[in-house]
């Protein structure tokens, strides 16, 4: 959430092995108060690692939450030089620079059905389920996502929060290498249905675009039978999976995640007669501008050797 990359590798000395941990300083208290986010986030870059490992000819066996007495150590991964890499891995390995949130708008072309297909194959790869609702679903969702935005607007602890994570260059504020960028905010949205979150909502930059956003978003939602961190761990590895065959199948997306932050709005998000279990994002996908690229810490900040 909101670019806190609160993830730090270890490489182990004299082995072929990196230790995963959540960073407890970048955890975000009001708007992921049990770390569900963070396992998310944490999860996706475990996943960047197993897909650059099977780039490079390598296989990555990742074993999660392999401490009990340490709930930060999320994952040990082992190195292996391999004959027959995951070629599936390998080659979602261009994608990795170009996936980027949009936060801008979308046409209104359809999605093909086979490409849908294509990204509910890749959640059930990482041992999660990709659902596209119908219109009365999705009707559904998006007002829980206008609900969020009314319970955002009225806590001063999640606005500053927010605050605290974008970047409009103005004194004061965290570092350029984390946090949402001024040029990845996208446009201000016109009316009150478009879904993109507006990452500054409460301090009007000048000069932003107003742009009208699709009527009818087109969403899909990742879920899991359990809720538990494990199941927030491949929630996340399924998360970045889809995002970046979404990314080689040229769609632009988004992640809506307002209304699973509110403990008393997520469990509308789900559709009771599917079983999808808890869900852990909602995805807007569609076609159009792809992005601005947000930055990363240095290299030296997030992977140590042992």
Not at 58 to 68: K, N, Q, T, V, Y
Not at 146 to 158: G, K, T
């Amino acid at each position: 959430m909101h670019n806190a990359q609160p993830w730090r590798f270890v490489h182990r000395s004299g082995g072929r092995s990196l230790a995963l941990y959540g960073d407890p300083q970048r955890t975000l208290p009001f708007a992921d108060p049990d770390h569900r986010a963070l396992h998310l986030g944490c999860g996706a870059a475990l996943f960047n690692l197993r897909v650059a490992a099977a780039h490079h000819g390598w296989a990555a066996e990742a074993r999660l939450l392999p401490d009990p007495n340490d709930p930060w150590h999320l994952a040990d991964v082992l190195l292996r030089q391999s004959d027959s890499a995951d070629r599936g891995l390998a080659d979602l390995h261009p994608a990795v620079r170009r996936r980027h949130t949009s936060r801008f708008p979308f046409s209104e072309e359809q999605i093909p059905e086979p490409v849908l297909d294509g990204l509910r194959a890749a959640a059930l790869l990482e041992g999660c389920r990709l659902i596209t609702p119908g219109a009365w679903h999705t009707d559904a969702v998006m007002e829980l996502v206008r609900d969020a935005a009314m319970l955002e607007a009225a806590s001063e602890a999640v606005r500053a929060e927010i605050a605290s994570w974008t970047r409009t260059g103005r004194p004061g504020e965290g570092p350029a290498t984390e946090g949402i960028p001024v040029d990845a905010l996208g446009p201000r949205q016109y009316g009150v249905s478009a879904p993109a979150r507006d990452f500054d909502a409460q301090r009007h930059l000048p000069d932003r675009e107003v742009a009208l956003f699709e009527e009818h978003p087109q969403i899909a939602l990742l879920g899991t039978v359990e809720d538990a961190p494990a199941d927030w761990l491949r929630a996340g590895q399924a998360m970045q999976r889809v995002l970046l065959q979404a990314t080689l199948d040229g769609l632009a997306a988004s992640l809506m995640s307002q209304p699973l932050e509110w403990p008393e709005l997520r469990p509308s998000a789900r559709d009771p007669s599917v079983a999808i279990g808890f869900i852990h994002m909602v995805f807007r996908l569609g076609y159009g501008a792809s992005g601005e690229a947000t930055p990363r810490r240095p290299v030296a900040d997030v992977l140590a050797f042992q």
